[in-house]
């Protein structure tokens, strides 16, 4: 499973590790519609430090596309929203 | 642009079905609708292609275009971050000429002046550590943008490469797949790296809005003088009173030169004189009533 971090790029992860980043990722879900900025900032580097570990770069010139897309990290939580609701903020 | 509320209302009516039927979520993450939304937003570019071997072309053409904007990008944050350097290296100066001032003002006695001196200077202190945020801000985004810059030439490269082996090996049809294949991936860099651009020209913006406010200062000289009298106002006071200093300086030094000549001369003209003058040296107030 190929997982991009907005703005690092992308990393392979077995898909043994799903079942752990899925329960982080429900949870930045839950604190983005509640608009708990202290509470996504966590989880957002928590899942993101989980990916970095588990993960392995992907090549530069990979032309594979992700399965699972992390935002950036010093995203804000206003930015996530928009990114969530309205995908024309993604340029291209 | 055009699919995203559609795109979240469907999001949203699967999310509730779901939890009716009291099933799993299928799209209960931020990860997982964000790699659905990218993924859609390449789909639909690929369907409105007939021949989706014209796509290859096109969205060659438009990831140059984008790596030239990654490029002009990196060049526009890095004029900024220069611009910054010499607005610090100037408010630096400032700083250390008022912390000059500070002293000369309290070795010559005026510890009002100096006190005047280290309050513009603490002011100052302030727009330097701003300055500096900002300075490391902009520092981040032109190694982000410069990494990004690398990935997307990578890609771009491995894009070209492939394109042309699709565009010679295989037929409409048998293209399709593989011409998905690449163009997602590349699609979704596509998506990252435009953001990343907008952000950082956002933040570019924001703080040359700020530079420009700095430059205008600096160039009015209202920096050397927040308080808006007159121009360095200090500085004029500190050589009023240092002129003074050396006058009385060099009469003592004179006197001294005389004192030291014959004391039958010192003693002549100490007679004649004024007898308080031995005890004169040092005081300054007394000379300026004078």
Redesign the interface.
């Known amino acids: 499973m190929i997982v991009r971090i907005m703005g690092e790029g992308q990393v392979r992860l077995a898909d043994g590790h799903l079942t752990e980043l899925n329960k982080l990722d429900d949870v930045l879900l839950t604190e983005v519609q509640n608009g708990d900025g202290p509470a996504f900032r966590q989880t957002l580097q928590a899942l993101l430090a989980k990916v970095r570990e588990l993960g392995e770069p992907l090549p530069d010139d990979s032309l594979e596309p992700s399965e699972l897309i992390l935002p950036s990290p010093d995203a804000t939580l206003e930015e996530v929203r928009d990114l969530l609701s309205d995908d024309g903020l993604i340029p291209g | 642009?055009?699919?995203?509320?559609v795109?979240?209302v469907l999001l949203q009516s699967l999310e509730l079905e779901s939890v009716r039927r009291g099933r799993a979520?299928p799209m209960?993450?931020?990860?997982?609708?964000?790699?659905m939304?990218?993924?859609?937003?390449?789909n639909k570019?690929l369907d409105r292609a007939e021949d989706p071997r014209e796509t290859l072309d096109y969205s060659y053409q438009?990831q140059l275009e984008?790596l030239q904007k990654v490029r002009r990008g990196v060049a526009d944050v890095a004029t900024s971050r220069k611009r910054l350097e010499l607005q610090l290296n100037q408010l630096q100066s400032q700083s250390s000429k008022l912390e000059d001032q500070g002293r000369k003002a309290l070795a010559l006695g005026r510890e009002d002046l100096a006190r005047e001196a280290l309050s513009r200077r603490a002011a100052l202190q302030q727009q330097v550590t701003d300055l500096e945020t900002q300075h490391t801000t902009l520092q981040g985004e032109e190694e982000?943008l410069t990494l990004?810059a690398?990935?997307l030439q990578?890609?771009v490269?491995?894009?070209r490469t492939?394109k042309e082996t699709i565009k010679a090996t295989y037929t409409a049809a048998q293209a399709q797949t593989r011409i998905g294949?690449?163009f997602?991936?590349?699609?979704?860099e596509?998506?990252?790296v435009?953001?990343?651009i907008?952000r950082a020209e956002d933040k570019t913006q924001q703080l040359q809005a700020r530079a420009g406010a700095i430059d205008e200062l600096l160039a009015s000289g209202a920096l050397d003088d927040p308080t808006g009298m007159a121009k360095d106002d200090i500085q004029a006071e500190l050589e009023r009173l240092s002129g003074g200093t050396d006058v009385e300086l060099e009469l003592q030094r004179m006197k001294a030169e005389l004192a030291g000549g014959t004391s039958a001369q010192q003693q002549a003209i100490e007679g004649g004189t004024d007898k308080a003058q031995p005890q004169q040296p040092q005081d300054t107030p007394r000379f300026d009533k004078q």
């Open positions: 642009m055009d699919a995203g509320p795109l979240w979520k209960s993450g931020v990860m997982k609708r964000m790699g939304i990218f993924r859609a937003k390449a570019a438009k984008l982000k990004a690398q990935r990578a890609k490269d491995a894009f492939k294949e690449a997602s991936g590349i699609s979704e596509m998506g990252d435009g953001l990343a907008q």
